[in-house]
């Protein structure tokens, strides 16, 4: 059965820093992987889609790279702002989608 | 273009009453999935359509929660004799086709069951 761990399950850090949110998984058969992002009350947003075959995303300050064979996932966010303050998720497709359990961020001035 | 939409937003209901929650999914999109997000509990998979049909419908938690969709387009979630327990976010979600593609998200329905 896949599991899907993220941690750390809460950061607080000043704006302007670098910051590394950690996933990890159980079962390397996977299709791919993706980073959201869930605002408080909001639905999720989607940010990076890595496939399976593939080793890293960008996009903006945002980037996430995939070790599938270590069952690992990275979410790195350069010169982190106030309003990347959220719940990141990772989830990874298997048979069907599972979630991991959250990391929630926030960023203060 | 028009992204996924849920309604209603909210929902509360009285234990024992039955309860209908709605998507829309984007134009286009054959696969359709329902999940919820309970207070502590992450969120969970509950049923993926591919066309009109439940290929995968292993995550209703009972018999009490069923879902169909129509034309290929809307799907509609029922929860018959709520329970406390019920109480949730109930997001929907869509992709062009397939359990692989990068799911589309609607704002979900937040359920209450008093």
């Known amino acids: 059965k896949q599991e899907v761990t993220q941690i750390p399950a809460a950061l607080s850090v000043p704006e302007g820093e670098n910051l590394v949110l950690n996933c990890s998984f159980t079962?390397?058969?996977?299709?791919?992987l993706q980073w959201f992002r869930q605002d408080p009350g909001k639905g999720l947003t989607s940010l990076l889609l890595?496939?399976?075959?593939?080793r890293e995303q960008t996009s903006g300050r945002l980037n996430a790279s995939l070790d599938k064979s270590s069952g690992r996932s990275t979410l790195y966010i350069a010169a982190s702002q106030p309003g990347d303050s959220a719940t990141y998720l990772c989830a990874v497709y298997s048979d069907k989608l599972i979630f991991g359990t959250g990391t929630r961020l926030q960023v203060f001035p | 273009g028009a992204g996924v939409s849920q309604s209603p937003s909210n929902k509360v209901t009285e234990k024992g009453k039955d309860v209908e929650l709605r998507c829309d999914p984007i134009s286009g999109h054959t696969a359709l999935y329902w999940y919820r997000q309970s207070l502590g509990q992450g969120l969970e998979f509950l049923i993926y359509?591919?066309?009109?049909?439940?290929?995968?419908k292993s995550g209703l938690p009972s018999d009490r929660f069923s879902a169909e969709r129509t034309g290929g387009s809307v799907s509609t979630l029922t929860i018959q004799r709520t329970q406390q327990e019920d109480s949730a976010v109930y997001l929907c979600?869509?992709?062009?086709?397939?359990?692989?593609?990068?799911?589309?998200f609607g704002p979900g329905t937040r359920l209450t069951v008093t």
């Open positions: 979600a869509s992709s062009p086709s397939g359990i692989s593609y990068e799911q589309y």
């Open positions: 359509f591919q066309g009109n049909s439940a290929p995968d």
């Open positions: 890595i496939q399976s075959s593939q």
């Open positions: 079962d390397s058969a996977i299709y791919n």
